[in-house]
Nanobody, 115 residues
Framework: QVQLVESGGGLVQAGGSLRLSCAASGIIFSISTMGWYRQAPGKQRELVAIITRSYSTNYPDSVKGRFTISRDNGKNTVYLQMDSLKPEDTAVYYC?????????WGQGTQVTVSS
């Protein structure tokens, strides 16, 4: 079955950086669209970054220029480099895989940014 395992979350001060990783198994990673989403308490889950099989990326304005998504098909892993973090980036971050129309989620990793 599909497994997405996130790591790299934690507590960081405002202005700091974190790098999230998501290791995937059970899918043909190289042809999957991979994404990162986040959900803050009391808010809906929102898209943070997405990368297609052809390495096209997309970001919402809230993180554009601060976050960078990348993928390593040899390691079946997608990364999210987060720089210039702000307290409003505090949330649980989820990895998502869309493979052949099948949508899968990781368990989430907590990111907390202190002011």
């Amino acid at each position: 079955q599909v497994q997405l395992v996130e790591s790299g979350g934690g507590l960081v001060q405002a202005g700091g950086s974190l790098r999230l990783s998501c290791a995937a198994s059970g899918i043909i990673f190289s042809i999957s669209t991979m994404g990162w989403y986040r959900q803050a308490p009391g808010k809906q889950r929102e898209l943070v970054a997405i990368i297609t099989r052809s390495y096209s990326t997309n970001y919402p304005d809230s993180v554009k220029g601060r976050f960078t998504i990348s993928r390593d098909n040899g390691k079946n892993t997608v990364y999210l480099q987060m720089d210039s973090l702000k307290p409003e980036d505090t949330a649980v971050y989820y990895c998502n895989a869309n493979s052949g129309g099948l949508n899968s989620w990781g368990q989430g990793t907590q990111v907390t940014v202190s002011s």
